[in-house]
């Protein structure tokens, strides 16, 4: 070999090793321009996609309700009624939040000491108003939830002192928007979980008490209604027969549904038409004096601006009701002296009737038309021809195979099979030359109808529904809604409030920090090859 290329390789092979930090560098370069990337990518990524959340979040509830009654989730009902918001509510609950959890373990724990396993899941409540105030969002309206110490924050409860008669104690719910308040007390609360008698299970109903307090406190126009329960100091109905049915009927239906109930005596009571918008009559054992009728014609007419209601429910045994039975001639209705009997088309017994709507204006729209109305021991109403203006709808009916019989003897038949009215509407109306103003007499043959069986099983059947929607119909009253109660299944796998918050720091801290750990290690150590 010679000198020359002796030199020339020597020069090579300087080239050669000068050539390999200068590749090593550009490929730490590389890498580290990647995992710097990277990192910042992801960053911006986490950034972006917790502010969507937080958006997303105002407007549909994130958590996932995966229970099999769907316990954690507003009905359809109430996400509708709550959407329609024009008002702002606010809830207060005078407690912490923890205190329905707590509520419920304690129970569970007496339970147990009975050797009873049972679940009792109050931790429900605040799930449940968290989901309003997110539903809320989506309408005019907006539901405020807070939880407060009244110990420490006196002042926060002292506002609506000022609007309600009642007290206002630890562990209550407070709903109210603007100068209209209604207070859940401790035991109201605790019964928001009850005993299902028909299945032997624990019902659900804290969503349909709330909701109809939050619906009756934006109400601008509530109905206020006089509830004839005596006559000088005296029942009016058989008590052993019908207070239950009474109850259910004023308070599970028209109190729960913003309706302003005042038990009144018919006799010694005013019955002013300043003061009240409707009359209820149920179930009358004993006939009222001609000074009574003229009593009720006078706040009907209401001096000839009409604009009034009236309900009559009759007894199922009470016949010789003279001056009631005048007065309801009067508006072209009489209460036939027979039960509707339906040996094809009725629930277990032929005299629990399947009744159908006739008059699909006076019952609007139902959100389920395929559950059934039940109308048990209903009395026929028919339809009096007068030379008068009346105009009378007969807004549900029996099935076309039913018949009546007498209603002393329940066997007697007495009259062809056909179609009965159940439930008639009469109206008497006076047109000005501006508008048209109308008084009107419903007349439900059937008391059981309204039973608390009937309306609160609102999965089952529509009486609620139906009832509710032709009495709002008549008054004018603004829309309510009937909320299922939900049938609690039991389960027993299920986190305790620690363990919960345990699931939640590994779900949301731990694992992400592991799998960023994991990722930063494998950069660096490619980085370093």
């Not at 290329?5 to 550009?26: F, I, L, R």
């Not at 339809?383 to 007969?394: A, F, G, S, Y």
Request: aromatic share 6%.
């Amino acid at each position: 070999m010679s000198i020359k290329d002796t030199d020339e390789s020597k020069v090579s092979g300087t080239e050669v090793t000068e050539e390999a930090p200068a590749k090593k560098n550009h490929k730490k370069l590389k890498y580290g321009a990647m995992f710097y990337t990277t990192i910042a990518l992801v960053t911006a990524i986490v950034v972006v996609l917790n502010i969507m959340l937080g958006i997303m979040a105002k407007r549909k509830p994130m958590k996932l309700d995966i229970t099999p009654d769907n316990r954690y989730e507003l009905t359809e009902q109430s996400i509708n009624a709550v959407k329609s918001l024009k008002k702002d509510v606010d809830i207060v609950v005078t407690a912490e939040r923890s205190y329905f959890e707590d509520l419920g373990n304690s129970i569970e724990k007496e339970y147990a000491n009975n050797g009873i396993i049972i679940e009792i899941p109050f931790e429900i409540i605040p799930e449940i108003l968290d989901k309003y105030s997110v539903y809320a969002e989506q309408g005019e309206g907006s539901i405020n939830v807070k939880y407060v110490n009244m110990d420490k924050d006196p002042d926060i409860i002292n506002q609506y002192k000022k609007n309600f008669t009642g007290d206002i104690a630890h562990n209550n719910i407070i709903v109210s928007s603007g100068d209209k308040v209604e207070v859940f007390t401790e035991a109201e609360v605790q019964n928001m979980i009850a005993p299902n008698q028909s299945t032997q299970s624990l019902n659900f109903v804290g969503e349909s008490t709330l909701t109809s307090a939050i619906l009756n406190v934006t109400d601008a126009h509530p109905v206020s209604v006089a509830f004839v329960k005596t006559m000088n100091g005296a029942s009016v109905y058989n008590a052993d027969n019908y207070s239950y049915v009474i109850a259910s009927f004023e308070d599970k239906l028209l109190a729960k549904n913003g309706y302003e109930c005042t038990d009144i005596d018919i006799a010694t009571d005013e019955l002013d038409p300043a003061k009240y918008d409707m009359v209820v009559i149920y179930t009358p054992s004993v006939d009222f004096t001609p000074t009574i009728i003229t009593k009720l014609d006078d706040f009907l007419k209401n001096g000839g601006n009409y604009g009034k209601s009236m309900i009559y429910v009759p007894d199922l045994s009470s016949t010789d009701l003279t001056n009631i039975d005048e007065f309801l001639a009067d508006w072209s209705i009489k209460v036939e002296n027979s039960i509707i009997i339906d040996e094809e088309n009725a629930e277990q017994y032929a005299s629990n009737i399947m009744v159908n709507v006739n008059d699909p204006d006076s019952v609007g729209k139902l959100s389920n038309e395929k559950l059934p109305i039940i109308a048990p021991f209903a009395r026929e109403i028919t339809l009096l021809k007068k030379n008068n203006e009346d105009v009378v709808k007969e807004v549900l009916k029996s099935c076309d195979e039913s018949y009546t019989v007498d209603m002393k003897d329940m066997k007697t038949a007495t009259g062809e099979k056909g179609a009965k009215t159940v439930v008639m509407l009469s109206q008497k109306q006076r047109t000005d030359q501006i508008k048209t103003m109308t008084s009107s007499v419903l007349v439900m043959g059937s008391a059981a109808m309204t039973s608390s069986t009937y309306l609160t099983q609102s999965t089952a059947y529509n009486n609620g529904n139906v009832v509710l929607n032709i009495i709002n119909n008549m008054t004018g009253k603004e829309s309510g809604v009937i909320v299922p109660d939900k049938n609690l299944q039991q389960s027993f796998i299920r986190p305790t409030l620690k363990e919960s918050n345990v699931i939640k720091i590994i779900v949301i801290w731990v694992i992400p920090c592991i799998v960023a750990a994991v990722g930063v290690i494998v950069l660096l150590r490619r980085k370093n090859k």
